[in-house]
């Protein structure tokens, strides 16, 4: 069996993140690293040219464990997996989250296929059992999530803080939310 793990969404705005590898998976990695704002460090000895016109620092060498410092997350992409193996075990060394591409048994966290509705994120993850499958399920629910539900989530968001102001509980403001988003889905 698989690990089981715990979902979360991790804010990288503005912090360091470190891809290894310079193909077409870390380029992937490294774009969806900075539509969320992380500042981005590649490090291979050779990149593709796509990455080059990315706003990322390139270092241009094999990966070395000191790599890892300093890093928030770190994702190895490479084709090699006794370098993947290698980064992933630098990272396990300093406590820093580590993802391997199609690797999940090198992985201290795995990404999920997402669906992006700004601000609605919509992550479907098989556990590291089945991509493919992650990418169905990801586009059958990106069927369901529409430009509505992302005006909602903005109109709700822009009331959190008087709501919050007027109704001191959890269970109280909870309940309040509940009630809107019943009444304009109804």
Do not use: W
């Amino acid at each position: 069996m698989s690990a089981r793990y715990y979902m979360a969404c991790v804010d990288v705005e503005g912090r360091d993140c470190l891809v290894v590898g310079g193909g077409r998976v870390a380029l992937e990695k490294a774009d969806g690293l900075l539509a969320c704002g992380a500042h981005v460090t590649i490090v291979a000895p050779e990149i593709c040219d796509e990455l080059r016109g990315r706003p990322v620092s390139i270092v241009l060498r094999r990966f070395v464990d000191g790599d890892v410092d300093g890093r928030l997350l770190v994702i190895a992409a490479t084709s090699d997996r006794e370098v993947n193996r290698t980064v992933s075990s630098a990272a396990a060394g300093r406590a820093t989250l580590c993802n391997v591409a199609d690797d999940p048994e090198l992985c201290s966290f795995i990404l999920p296929a997402v669906v992006r509705r700004d601000p609605i994120l919509v992550g479907v993850s098989t556990g590291g059992a089945s991509p493919a499958l992650a990418q169905r399920l990801r586009d059958d629910v990106a069927d369901l999530v529409s430009p509505r539900h992302a005006e909602l989530a903005r109109q709700l968001h822009a009331l959190r803080p008087s709501v919050k102001r007027a109704l001191p509980t959890y269970e109280a403001r909870r309940d309040y939310f509940a009630r809107l988003v019943a009444e304009a889905l109804a």
